[in-house]
T-cell receptor, first 116, second 113 residues
Framework: DVKVTQSSRYLVKRTGEKVFLECVQDMDHENMFWYRQDPGLGLRLIYFSYDVKMKEKGDIPEGYSVSREKKERFSLILESASTNQTSMYLC???????????????FGPGTRLTVL | AQSVTQPDIHITVSEGASLELRCNYSYGATPYLFWYVQSPGQGLQLLLKYFSGDTLVQGIKGFEAEFKRSQSSFNLRKPSVHWSDAAEYFCAVGAKGFQKLVFGTGTRLLVSP
């Protein structure tokens, strides 16, 4: 069974702290994604990685950075957490299948981050 | 660029009644279309997907969706809703050769007894 795991389900941090959210997939997928989910706004892409050490900005990268040192692991970093980064964070992965890639993404359970 | 519209923020359906959730997309070529479901406090689970071929696709949990190119729609249907179907539903569009998906803002389904 395919699996995407996230390091924490719930996290509470203080303003100004450096925050690490970890995501691991066991499907040998090339692509990994970080989204944030807010009521009424759906899922918004923060960053995307299509290979180890490769990354691409999504729609809302400001205030975030990412790291992908190994194929199975993709980390989201909040350099200095702020209250407006309180949200649900979802990680996903997908396979690149030659020229007919399917785009299907598999999601982790999410991390609900509260910044006080 | 692709975009997705889910015009209904909330829908309430009686248990046992039929369901249709609307999804309209914007994309110049043939899209890849997906419906995901998110139960409270959980991640997203794929219900069904359309890439090509038969425009009526069957998914898990008794759901189906129909791709209508002329209407740029991919509506999700279920003939008889169960209380366990209460969740948030997301439509998403992708494109061949591109890895990113664009998600709609979601429709929250409430099921009344």
């Amino acid at each position: 069974d395919v699996k995407v795991t996230q390091s924490s389900r719930y996290l509470v941090k203080r303003t100004g702290e450096k925050v690490f959210l970890e995501c691991v997939q066991d499907m040998d997928h090339e692509n990994m994604f970080w989204y944030r989910q807010d009521p009424g706004l759906g899922l918004r892409l923060i960053y995307f990685s299509y290979d180890v050490k490769m990354k691409e900005k999504g729609d809302i990268p400001e205030g975030y950075s990412v790291s992908r040192e190994k194929k199975e692991r993709f980390s989201l970093i909040l350099e200095s957490a702020s209250t407006n980064q309180t949200s649900m964070y979802l990680c996903a992965s997908s396979r690149t299948s030659g020229s007919s890639s399917y785009n299907e993404q598999f999601f982790g359970p999410g991390t609900r981050l509260t910044v006080l | 660029a692709q975009s997705v519209t889910q015009p209904d923020i909330h829908i309430t359906v009686s248990e046992g009644a039929s369901l249709e959730l609307r999804c309209n997309y914007s994309y110049g070529a043939t899209p890849y279309l997906f419906w995901y479901v998110q139960s409270p406090g959980q991640g997203l689970q794929l219900l069904l997907k359309y890439f090509s071929g038969d425009t009526l696709v069957q998914g898990i949990k008794g759901f189906e969706a129909e791709f209508k190119r002329s209407q740029s729609s991919f509506n999700l249907r279920k003939p008889s809703v169960h209380w366990s179907d209460a969740a948030e539903y997301f439509c998403a569009v992708g494109a061949k050769g591109f890895q990113k998906l664009v998600f709609g803002t979601g429709t929250r389904l409430l099921v009344s007894p």
